[in-house]
């Protein structure tokens, strides 16, 4: 694979002068295209996943939707749209991305220069930084009407994943099921209360509307003094609710342990984390998120982990075919290390809800 020449398939201002790799990305493969003038344009070139994304057409077409909004809003504040939106760079025919010989599919956006990213959000000052991107992120896009294509169905949909659990546990093809009763039992008894939940975003009581669904720290661009410029890779937007982004976000930055851990003490949910990130979020978001959004802002937390339970014992119960495994019982770890995220998770509920609450009552007056 030449790397130069796969390049040159794309509108480049200016003449290259070499790619080379960008870290290790743990979704696409990522490289930065240095053209030959000192004071020019650089770009980032990625072969996206195939495997993740099964339609990388609409996916691309679901990033230049959002890209395009958030341009316009960025402009409208005087901002400058070249560092604090993402600027896609179509290929010689018009298209967004670039099929090679492979079928690998490959795309190009303007490179950000000087920049500041973090691999996590360890303290409350950089969890507010983190919550700010999000829901600055959120706020640009909370107006946009298009709708996207849901390149990834079912996603942070309980319903669709209670589907899945039912076959499977019917199944019981790696006959694992008689020895988890307990495990089965946390849950079958939370059941009732998370499909309670997703009647709200089914009936619309919580909106559907733009979200990132990959909320990580170091998919946000800061500026040299730390200032938040803009949220990057864009793969995975999608129409879903503001919550579940928090939620996600919430299941990460929070976690004291690692969601395989062994040590089970090392799991819990970090308040002062939660608040930080609450407060950065909400400084954004308090104008536009509707009365029962913020009313389940902290319960989206204990949804979401919720799922990821559900997903490693789905998985485990399966015979391990869809997470990858480092040994026979990484999937019942990672099960067990999850669920004691969420049992700390719902013994802090009352102080979760707490700050929300403290939080919006602040930046309301
Ligand atoms: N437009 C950009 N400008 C500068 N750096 C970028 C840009 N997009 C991505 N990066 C850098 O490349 C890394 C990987 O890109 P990303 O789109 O997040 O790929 P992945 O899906 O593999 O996580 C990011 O964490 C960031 O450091
Ligand atoms: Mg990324």
């Not at 794309?10 to 930065?32: K, S």
């Not at 220069?113 to 303290?123: N, R």
């Not at 609710?241 to 003490?265: I, K, V």
């Amino acid at each position: 694979m030449n790397l130069e020449k796969i390049a040159a398939n794309f509108q480049i201002q200016g003449a290259i002068d070499r790619v080379t790799q960008l870290g290790e990305g743990f979704i696409n493969d990522t490289y930065v295209i240095y053209t030959k003038e000192e004071s020019g344009t650089n770009y980032l070139l990625q072969r996206k996943n195939k495997r993740i994304f099964t339609d990388v057409p609409a996916m691309m077409e679901n990033i230049r939707k959002v890209c395009t909004h958030i341009k316009a809003k960025v402009i409208a504040r005087n901002g400058d749209p070249m560092r604090e939106a993402m600027t896609l760079v179509p290929a010689l025919d018009g298209k967004l991305y670039f099929e090679d010989e492979e079928d690998e599919y490959w795309a190009v956006c303007v490179f950000i220069g000087d920049t500041l990213t973090y691999q996590s959000a360890k303290t409350p000052e950089l969890a507010f930084q983190g919550g700010k991107g999000i829901g600055m992120f959120q706020s640009m896009v909370s107006d946009m009407n298009e709708p996207l294509t849901d390149i990834l169905p079912g996603f942070h949909n309980i319903r669709y994943r209670f589907k899945q659990w039912d076959a499977v546990l019917a199944k019981d093809p790696a006959g694992r099921k008689a020895k988890l009763t307990k495990e089965i039992n946390w849950i079958e008894s939370r059941r009732e209360e998370m499909l309670r939940f997703w009647e709200l975003v089914e009936n619309g009581e919580i909106p559907t509307r733009v979200t990132h669904n990959d909320t990580k720290i170091n998919n946000i661009l800061f500026d040299q003094q730390g200032e938040v410029l803009c949220m990057i890779d864009l793969d995975t937007v999608l129409n879903s609710t503001c919550l579940n982004d928090f939620g996600d976000a919430m299941r990460s930055y929070t976690n004291t342990g690692q969601e395989d851990d062994e040590n089970l003490d090392a799991v819990s949910c970090d308040l002062a984390i939660f608040e930080g990130f609450t407060r950065g979020y909400l400084s954004q978001t308090i104008g536009f998120l509707n009365e029962k959004e913020l009313e389940y802002l902290a319960f989206s937390a204990r949804y979401i982990t919720y799922e990821q339970v559900l997903r490693f014992l789905m998985d485990y119960i399966d015979g391990d075919n869809y997470y990858k495994i480092k040994h026979p019982e990484h999937n019942y770890q990672r099960t067990l290390a999850q669920y004691q995220l969420l049992t700390s998770m719902e013994e802090q509920y009352p102080e979760m809800c707490k700050i929300v609450q403290t939080v919006t009552n602040e930046l309301s007056h």
